[in-house]
């Protein structure tokens, strides 16, 4: 099951991103054409195969403008859904259905769509151990909604922030001056629930790495039989996480050589939106 988003969080985006529609005047060409009275009947339908992902977001958009619109969910966030599929059915008063429909539309789409993304990669490794994994290129103020996207297209979270857990970066590496400094100072600066990353370019790296001990080793821009010996090494003694070049006509091979995770910012930071549309029904 996944876990819901925080309805907090949810509402301060839906109110950002409705102020930044309506602006100051607010919706002119709805409030000018539709009587203040009148009612409508929407669906939004798939355009396109994919994952649906941010019903919340889209639910939030409509009850924040009118709270007498009713929202009703015809699939749960994780579901697939093909070109036609029914997602969501609204009624309510149409000022507020019409004035929301973007907002509501561009969550639910641009979520879907990593949500879609995600799952093409996770069904590529679904016969190994391996789980599909995001990073932080996330779009800015859309982390937590992008990473919950990966969820509900079978993906899992890398870290939310700075402040979740130590990954050492090359250039970390560079300024500390090597792998053991870097590890040491890690070890002796962060508390015991920390969990420390490390990536490595190179095998000689690795054992340097296994020599000084950490939780995670980020294999970066290695080739399939590099991570093979890398997992071979490692013997189950830490976390193997893949990383660069992973596309997914890459990421069956990468992850066959044995890894435990592959983390890819493909899936938040280029995947395309899922086409959904509202159409107003008449009659």
């Not at 966030?77 to 429909?101: M, Y």
């Not at 830490?238 to 596309?247: D, K, L, P, Y």
Request: hydrophobic share 50%.
């Amino acid at each position: 099951m996944i876990a819901p988003l925080n309805p907090i969080l949810v509402q301060q985006a839906v109110e950002a991103a409705l102020l930044e529609d309506l602006g100051r005047a607010g919706d002119l060409t709805t409030q000018a054409t539709i009587p203040a009275d009148a009612e409508a009947r929407a669906i939004i339908a798939a355009r396109k195969p994919g994952v649906i992902a941010g019903l919340d977001l889209a639910r939030a958009a409509f009850h924040r403008l009118d709270e007498r619109v009713r929202f009703e969910a015809v699939v749960e966030d994780g579901s697939r859904v093909a070109p036609g599929d029914v997602v969501a059915r609204i009624h309510g008063p149409a000022r507020a259905i019409l004035t929301a429909e973007r907002v509501a539309l561009n969550f639910l789409g641009r979520l879907s769509g990593v949500a879609t993304a995600t799952s093409v990669f996770a069904d590529a490794v679904a016969h190994t151990r391996a789980k599909v994994a995001d990073t932080r290129k996330t779009t800015p103020g859309l982390r937590v909604f992008e990473k919950y996207a990966v969820r509900c297209g079978g993906g899992s979270n890398h870290r939310f922030g700075l402040d979740d857990a130590v990954l050492i970066k090359d250039n970390h590496i560079a300024v500390a001056g090597g792998i053991a400094p870097a590890l040491r100072a890690a070890k002796a600066g962060v508390g015991h629930l920390v969990k420390i990353e490390i990536e490595v370019d190179t095998l000689a790296q690795l054992d340097e790495v296994l020599a000084e001990g950490a939780d995670v080793v980020l294999l970066d821009n290695m080739t399939p039989d590099q991570l093979r010996e890398a997992v071979r090494r490692i013997e189950g003694r830490m976390i193997a996480e893949a990383s660069g070049n992973v596309s997914p006509a890459t990421v069956a091979a990468i992850a066959e050589s044995g890894v435990d995770l592959i983390s890819t910012g493909w899936i938040t930071h280029s995947s395309p939106v899922l086409d959904l549309g509202l159409d107003i029904e008449i009659g």
